[in-house]
């Protein structure tokens, strides 16, 4: 896979080429037009890290009321980051920074209509919309896409990982002066999401075809070798958290252990060990681990596979936002 940091250096030589005027400064905010509601109210949700939900924090909501022409003003510096933006059935990825306002003029019974987009944030959101419409389009082809020759995926997912790089190029010459942690998030989730499709695919093709014996290529093996990984400076990129979560997956996996689950539990728990190197990261997958143990059948080995995973979460906060040990919730006869 080519390596991501290529379009973070285009990126960045782009912003620095770049010799626009800066732009006008405006009060921070969200407001808009939104059309045939049911109840009258729009909603924003901030999104937080893997990290900060397994450390136990829900995302800030945030309700506002439309008034009798359907329009609704919110003024607020927001922190910079990702939102989610709610409006009956339809919802939008937006994103913030401090001194820029969004605005949204949507009909909700057009939710696959392109809403109009203004203010100094309306180029995120225009970006995200079109990202969002190509990731429908990338998960309904993988239906099918996991029944193709190892050639063929691969040739798929370089197809879809470039038409998102495609969107984001043409978000930054739109908009050369855009936050340059948005786009290099966006450039990280746009590399760990095919290097997530990749990780998955000798499994989920072996069933697929009914074919546990399938083995893909050497050369295959050696592309998935190449993806960076441990990438200490990714820990808060959702994409990359479940491209981590799928590998650790994927690399235990074995078709002797399906009687097992708790065996495989404890290959993911070292697969953990001795590959994380970023505390944020080995941290979330502990939790992650620790969870899924929670829904198993009781037993003594998953009672001690709990116990080692809780104790090795070196954060208090993670650490607390699970039980000491896993609470019985089978009755009594």
């Known amino acids: 896979m ?23 400064v405006e009060k921070g905010g969200i407001d808009g037009e939104i059309l045939n509601t049911k109840t009258g109210l729009v909603f924003l949700t901030e999104s937080i890290s893997p990290f900060e939900s397994a450390c136990g924090k829900f995302p800030a909501k945030q309700t506002f009321k439309l008034d009798s022409l359907d329009v609704f003003f919110h003024q607020q510096d927001f922190d910079e980051g990702y939102y989610t933006f709610e409006a009956d059935e339809v919802t939008l990825p937006v994103y913030f920074v401090p001194g ?53 995926y691969v ?18 010459t739109n908009h050369p002066r855009g936050s340059k942690t948005f786009m290099e998030q966006e450039s990280v989730s746009n590399y760990y999401l095919a290097a997530t499709y990749l990780e998955s695919y000798p499994r989920l093709h072996a069933l697929a075809v009914d074919s546990l014996s399938f083995k ?9 070798d190449e993806i960076e990984y441990p990438n200490d400076q990714a820990s808060d990129n959702a994409q990359y958290v479940e491209y981590v979560l799928t590998r650790i997956h994927e ?3 074995s078709q002797k252990m399906t009687d097992s ?29 620790a969870r899924e143990m929670m829904s198993m ?23 607390e936002n699970l039980p000491d040990t896993i609470p019985n919730l089978i009755s009594e006869p």
């Open 155 to 172: 040739s798929w997912v370089t197809s879809f990982r470039s038409a998102l790089d495609s969107i984001l190029l043409l978000y930054i």
């Open 2 to 24: 080519q390596h991501y940091y290529s379009l973070i250096i285009l990126l960045i030589g782009v912003l620095l080429v770049s010799c626009s005027p800066k732009q006008e």
């Open 100 to 152: 820029k306002k969004l605005s949204i003029d949507l009909d909700v019974r057009k939710p696959y209509e392109k809403p109009s987009f203004g203010g100094g944030m309306k180029y995120e959101a225009r970006y995200l919309f079109d990202r969002k419409r190509e990731l429908a389009r990338i998960q309904l082809q993988s239906k099918t896409a996991i029944s193709f020759s190892e050639q063929q």
């Open 251 to 253: 690399r235990t996996f």
């Open 261 to 289: 689950k708790t065996y495989w539990l404890e290959q993911k728990l070292s697969e953990a060990e001795n590959t994380l190197i970023d505390t944020t990261i080995y941290n979330v997958a502990l939790f992650n681990m």
């Open 297 to 319: 059948e009781p037993s003594a080995k998953r009672d001690l596979l709990y116990s080692r995973a809780r104790g090795l979460i070196s954060s208090r906060a993670v650490r």
């Open 216 to 224: 893909p290529s050497p050369s295959f093996y050696n592309q998935l």
